[in-house]
């Protein structure tokens, strides 16, 4: 299975419209930063099949931007993919998923940094996920064992259109 990753967009601080971190909304930015990845991948015949997405706002934004610019069905929310992921549960819950060939799952920091790490079996802080970039990896659920294919950072992909 390709798996990609798509970290949410920038997004709000926490202020007086979004106290809490679930609420946290997209700003213009994180949105273009998801169009971008849209266009990155449609433009290389890489869409995936199926999108997921955490709970939170940011990422559900995140994820339904990118949909829309890749013109494919809306991202599907999962409660495993919240912010404190675990990369046990998440190869674990993936495994539900085989019979896509790609998979797109939308979320968080440091919980993607730590999942590709513990894909590749890299030391802590080896491999950073910034916001809006996208990561993709080829997977053997329930194995962890992956490839790496690529990490396309947001300052680059912003470039590629």
């Known amino acids: 299975m390709n798996l990609f990753l798509l970290r949410h967009g920038n997004a709000e601080d926490r202020n007086a419209l979004s106290p809490d971190d679930f609420s946290r909304a997209l700003l213009e930015k994180g949105h273009q930063q998801a169009r971008n990845a849209a266009r990155i991948l449609s433009s290389a015949t890489m869409l995936p099949d199926i999108v997921l997405c955490s709970p939170l706002v940011r990422a559900?934004?995140?994820?339904?931007?990118?949909?829309?610019?890749?013109?494919?069905?809306?991202?599907?929310?999962?409660?495993?993919?919240?912010?404190?992921?675990?990369?046990e549960t998440a190869l674990s819950e993936l495994q539900g998923f085989l019979d896509f060939k790609s998979v797109m799952i939308v979320g968080?920091?440091?919980d993607f940094s730590e999942f590709a790490q513990y894909l590749l079996g890299c030391s802590a802080d080896t491999i950073e996920i910034r916001k809006g970039s996208i990561a993709c990896f080829?997977?053997?659920?329930?194995?962890?064992?992956?490839?790496?294919?690529?990490?396309i950072p947001f300052k680059l992909a912003k470039h590629m259109e």
């Open 108 to 110: 968080h920091e440091p």
């Open 138 to 151: 080829e997977v053997f659920p329930p194995s962890r064992k992956a490839t790496l294919r690529f990490l």
């Open 60 to 87: 559900r934004e995140t994820a339904e931007s990118f949909t829309q610019a890749a013109n494919m069905p809306g991202p599907v929310i999962q409660s495993w993919l919240a912010c404190g992921m675990n990369p």
